[in-house]
């Protein structure tokens, strides 16, 4: 925590300083998604038993390799933290980051969707009735970088009291919709609950961060296009890759 707002700040901050403006909104933050990840297999377990708690844990691990894969949150961060005072540099790393993020997930996404069949029915057949919440959690996979970015932009700008009162609305809206959407679709719906919720959780993210820094936002027709500032991008996402 204090490492990432030390590159938010640029070294002005100290330790306490940064505890104090931002540290309690980000324990408190912790603690809702800690409530939310352990409440949601009571509640699919209230409503259709435990073997769904089990499918639903299969296909929530499946998820989290499939987008820990290619972790860009790593270099996201010390970017756009580094950057925070050039509008112009931050728009470009917004604008670029979505254009180029969701193809990038959407072809991961296609990958684990075609190869998670074959091997649960061959490696783990005791799990191919899950493999429906695995398809619906690839869905989500798209948008990973949205997530990574939005992310990333509220700790540079320090806004993470807002993001907690984001993450408040979303576990309440987890506790209507996940009973529900399960009771009616099955297993299915503890999936079909998560991608609608998350999805929410970071458009609105996304949504508040333009509202309060209008300069980010753009033409979404200007990420079908490209140009020199496309070509610069890709060079030096090329060159962080090859690093690696």
């Known amino acids: 925590f204090v490492g990432s707002y030390a590159w938010a700040a640029g070294g002005k901050w100290s330790a306490a300083a940064l505890i104090k403006a931002q540290g309690v909104w980000v324990v408190l933050q912790r603690l809702i998604r800690q409530g939310e990840k352990n409440l949601r297999p009571l509640l699919i377990q209230a409503v259709l038993g435990r073997e769904a708690v089990a499918l639903w844990s299969f296909a929530e691990k499946v998820l989290t390799y499939a987008v820990s894969i290619f972790p860009i949150d790593d270099v996201l961060m010390p970017t756009i933290a580094h950057e925070r005072s050039d509008r112009d540099r931050l728009h470009v790393l917004l604008e670029r980051g979505i254009k180029y993020t969701i193809p990038f997930y959407a072809i991961i996404a296609v990958a684990v969707a075609a190869s998670i069949g074959p091997l649960v029915h061959h490696a783990f057949p005791a799990y191919s009735a899950g493999l429906p919440l695995v398809y619906v959690?690839?869905?989500?996979?798209?948008?990973t970088?949205?997530?990574?970015l939005m992310t990333s932009f509220y700790v540079s700008h320090q806004e993470q009291r807002r993001s907690f009162w984001l993450i408040v609305a979303r576990f309440c809206s987890s506790l209507i919709l996940l009973p529900t959407l399960c009771y009616f679709l099955g297993p299915i719906g503890a999936s079909v609950e998560f991608f609608i919720d998350i999805l929410a959780y970071n458009l609105f993210r996304f949504r508040f961060l333009v509202a309060s820094y209008p300069e980010l936002g753009f033409d979404a027709r200007r990420l079908f296009k490209f140009d020199s500032t496309d070509r610069d991008f890709l060079n030096r996402a090329k060159r962080y890759l090859l690093k690696r």
């Open 145 to 148: 970088g949205l997530a990574y």
């Open 137 to 143: 959690l690839c869905a989500y996979i798209p948008f």
